[in-house]
């Protein structure tokens, strides 16, 4: 019962996080998308693919900790996946940006 009880705070905890931050990353892309001129268009797409990315990672997390919950002999595994693929999906869209941000065009 323990153990469940605290698979169940490291899932509201940690899988709560990658919703958060998918939410964050639309709203600031639908900022960027609005506010901003049709030059940074780009740039908005970039954070809407980015949101979706991390929904989708969200959405696979969680099916496989609804798996896991069913599954009483693999109580505890670690994310390093999820964090490696994180990190790469990130990195790449953070490279994409600065080179979008490089070759705007001057005012």
Do not use: C, P, Q
């Amino acid at each position: 019962m323990l153990i469940k009880a605290s698979l169940k705070d490291i899932e509201i905890t940690f899988g709560n996080a990658y919703w958060t931050t998918s939410l964050t990353l639309f709203m600031f892309s639908v900022l960027v998308l609005k506010v901003f001129d049709r030059k940074f268009f780009k740039i908005g797409l970039v954070f809407v693919s980015l949101s979706s990315a991390m929904l989708f990672i969200a959405l696979h997390r969680r099916r496989t900790y609804l798996k896991r919950l069913k599954d009483k002999s693999r109580l505890f595994i670690t994310n390093g996946g999820y964090v490696l693929f994180i990190g790469f999906v990130f990195t790449s869209a953070y490279i994409i940006l600065l080179v979008m941000i490089a070759t705007l065009e001057k005012i």
